[in-house]
C-alpha cells in the first residue's frame, strides 16, 4: 500500500530551483512529524529538513537559507522549495514521517549539473 509519493525532482542547472512534493496518506498526517530525506550513493540518508505539526521548520545547514519545508494539513501533502540549486544538492529525495518511519516511497531524483 502506497503511502508516500514523490514528485517534482528533475535536472536542473546550478542555481536553479524546483518544488518536491510529498502526497501522503496518513491519517493522522496533522499530527506527525515530517522530513525530507535525501541519499547519494555511497552516502547515508540524511535529513535535509523538518517540520512539525504546528509549522515550525528545521534545516540541516548545508541548506539553510535555500530550502523551505512547509505543509498542507487539509490536503496530507508536504513540500519542499528548493532554491538557489547545487550540485552537491544531487540525490534522491524522500519525505516520511520522522518519527515511526513508514516504508520508504520511490523518492524523486534531483540532479543539479550544467
Known amino acids: 500500500q502506497v503511502q508516500l509519493v514523490e514528485s517534482g525532482g528533475g535536472l536542473v542547472q546550478p542555481g536553479g530551483s524546483l518544488r518536491l512534493t510529498c502526497a501522503t496518506s496518513i491519517s493522522i498526517f496533522s499530527t506527525v512529524n515530517m522530513g525530507w530525506y535525501r541519499q547519494s550513493p555511497g552516502k547515508q540518508r540524511e535529513l535535509v529538513a523538518a517540520i512539525t505539526p504546528s509549522g515550525t521548520t528545521n534545516y540541516a545547514d548545508s541548506v539553510k537559507g535555500r530550502f523551505t519545508i512547509s505543509r498542507d494539513n487539509a490536503k496530507n501533502t508536504m513540500y519542499l522549495q528548493m532554491n538557489t540549486l547545487k550540485p552537491e544538492d544531487t540525490a534522491v529525495y524522500y519525505c516520511?514521517?520522522?518519527?515511526?518511519?513508514?516504508?520508504w516511497g520511490q523518492g524523486t531524483q534531483v540532479t543539479v549539473s550544467s
Open positions: 516520511n514521517r520522522k518519527f515511526g518511519a513508514l516504508n
